[in-house]
């Protein structure tokens, strides 16, 4: 074990430090690019990834949604330094309007991409578990998976496994200082609310901590979607002259799935409603009229069924 990372000491006795070392050794590599915000959680990341001897390029997003982002990721950055790795400030834009926390998480991984193919994040198994309620509050209970993949960009999270308390009391052995985000502490926030409200409410119903079976389900949804989605990649040259009416035999959770890969192919923006409509196309077919789907410049896009087939009309 090292005496120190950079100008770091560390201590002889870590505990919740090791078990984040331990964590990210499967996925270590000879030099790692992490998201770093200063939080306890990628913090204690990067740390964990130099004592385990990963060359680190530290990269803080700021994304300039609060007074002081900036100065908030310089210091990230300062104390990525301090423990020998390398850091980079990256600014950036977010549009403004409705679902704030998705478009900033788009353009963050936008801005990650810049840099490098590959990006670790530090999302731990409470972040799995409140992740798997938001998803099921949609309609779409899912979760994070160690590895996956995004236009130009694979997002590894190692520590999936290990428990915020660990990340928190990691920095506190190492006498690191995170950045207390105060958005962690409003319950306007939904995920907040689950995080302070719902999960202690669970625990009494469970009698127990709920977030590791919470977290499993999580990863077993995720994994299900994977399995599925490689049918949909090795399956899709089937709907690229029109989807086929015969596809209604599949199951109903495959064939979703492969109707969504047919909008995107046209670049249409898919959710439950239109896939819904567009299924009982092919289910519930009495003659129906076309189903709206979007609009162009020179018009409305539709799904119809023709021949056997649907197909997209402008």
């Avoid at 609060?66 to 100065?71: A, K, V």
């Avoid at 502490?185 to 302070?196: E, K, L, M, N």
Wanted: aromatic share 4%; charged share 20%.
């Amino acid at each position: 074990m090292p005496a120190r990372i950079g100008d770091l000491e560390l201590p002889q006795h870590s505990p919740n430090f090791l078990s984040l070392r331990t964590a990210i050794r499967p996925y270590l590599q000879e030099h790692v690019h992490i998201g770093l915000s200063g939080g306890a959680d990628s913090l204690s990341l990067v740390a964990a990834a130099r004592a385990e001897g990963a060359q680190v390029t530290a990269i803080c997003i700021d994304h300039n949604l609060q007074p002081g982002s900036r100065e908030i990721s310089e210091r990230a950055a300062q104390q990525a330094e301090h423990m020998g790795a390398q850091a980079q400030v990256h600014s950036i834009e977010v549009a403004p309007g409705q679902g704030m926390e998705a478009a900033a998480r788009e353009a963050r991984y936008a801005a990650f991409a810049q840099f490098n193919r590959q990006i670790w994040v530090a999302h731990t198994m409470d972040d799995q578990a409140e992740t798997y309620l938001l998803a099921g509050l949609r309609g779409n209970s899912t979760g994070m998976l160690d590895a996956s993949r995004r236009p130009e960009l694979a997002v590894i999270r190692p520590l999936l496994g290990v428990r915020r308390a660990n990340t928190q009391g990691a920095c506190r052995e190492l006498g690191l200082q995170p950045w207390q985000d105060p958005q962690n502490f409003d319950s306007a926030f939904r995920r907040v609310a689950i995080r302070t409200q719902v999960l202690p409410l669970l625990g009494e119903v469970h009698g127990g901590d709920p977030i590791p079976g919470l977290a499993l389900a999580a990863r077993r949804a995720a994994e299900a979607v994977e399995v599925l989605e490689g049918v949909v990649e090795k399956r899709r040259g089937e709907w690229q002259n029109g989807f086929p009416v015969a596809l209604a035999a599949e199951p109903r959770a495959l064939r979703h799935l492969m109707l969504a890969d047919f909008l995107r192919g046209h670049d249409i923006k898919v959710n439950s409603r239109k896939l819904e409509a567009i299924d009982r196309l092919l289910v519930d077919w009495h003659g129906q009229g076309a189903v709206a789907v979007g609009k162009t410049a020179t018009g409305r896009l539709e799904v119809v069924r023709q021949s056997g087939k649907l197909r997209i009309n402008v």
